[in-house]
Nanobody, 128 residues
Framework: QVQLVESGGGLVQGGGSLRLSCAAS????????MGWFRQAPGKERQFLSA????????RYGDSVKGRFTISRDNAKNTVYLQMNSLKPEDTAVYYC?????????????????????WGQGTQVTVSS
């Protein structure tokens, strides 16, 4: 079955960096666009970033643009999220997701309904 496993979360001071990884199995990774979302307590799941199947196109949410960078390695079936200049408001559970629907134009990449599979999440806590 399809599994998406996030790793790399943890506790970091404000201004610091973390790199999240999401390892995929049970699917043809290069056939799926990948996305990152996060959810803080009491808030809706928020779109952060997405990357096309080949890695040639990316999208970012306004709250992370210029600070976070998404990338993927199709040979390793893994997508990454490099997070820099972290702020306390970045504290949340971070999820990766896979989409068969999203094409190179990245239309609807920000919509949760576009994604077929989700990981269990990894906690990121940023201290002030």
């Amino acid at each position: 079955q399809v599994q998406l496993v996030e790793s790399g979360g943890g506790l970091v001071q404000g201004g610091g960096s973390l790199r999240l990884s999401c390892a995929a199995s049970g699917l043809t990774f290069s056939s799926y666009a990948m996305g990152w979302f996060r959810q803080a307590p009491g808030k809706e799941r928020q779109f952060l970033s997405a990357i096309s199947r080949s890695g040639g196109s990316t999208r970012y949410g306004d709250s992370v643009k210029g600070r976070f960078t998404i990338s993927r390695d199709n040979a390793k079936n893994t997508v990454y999220l490099q997070m820099n200049s972290l702020k306390p408001e970045d504290t949340a559970v971070y999820y990766c997701a896979a989409s068969r629907l999203i094409g190179g134009s990245m239309t609807n990449a920000q919509n949760r309904a576009s994604y077929d599979y989700w990981g269990q999440g990894t906690q990121v806590t940023v201290s002030s």
